[in-house]
């Protein structure tokens, strides 16, 4: 599910979402799918100062008038675990949510 956002989802915008996804189904099926692109060289269609590689593309149709849907920065994901911890999550179910999760289902599905 996207995080809706003009910019960039930032850790508060995240943590917001994760509790609710873990207060909808649980802290055993949460995970982090950053969906981050490459940078497209030559294209400058973003807004001063904005990375286009957390961005989708255009074409995909997202975000305000196609012009692309912000994704997290995965530079932020440390702060983000470090958010959870300090937002009464265990290191447990952190490390579940920042990748353990999507392991255990893999495992299961390959």
């Not at 996207?2 to 910019?7: D, G, Y």
């Not at 937002?87 to 579940?96: A, E, F, H, I, S």
Request: some cysteine; proline content about 9%; charged content about 25%.
């Amino acid at each position: 599910r996207f995080i809706k956002s003009p910019n960039a989802p930032e850790v508060p915008d995240m943590i917001r979402h994760i509790d609710y996804a873990v207060k909808l189904v649980g802290v055993d099926h949460v995970g982090i799918g950053l969906d981050t692109m490459p940078s497209v060289a030559g294209t400058n269609d973003f807004p001063d100062g904005v990375d286009r590689t957390f961005y989708w593309p255009a074409e995909r149709g997202y975000g305000p008038g196609a012009g692309g849907a912000a994704v997290f920065d995965p530079k932020k994901l440390p702060a983000l675990a470090d958010a959870l911890i300090a937002g009464g999550y265990k290191p447990d179910d952190v490390d579940k949510i920042m990748g353990e999760n999507f392991v255990r289902v893999a495992k299961a599905c390959w």
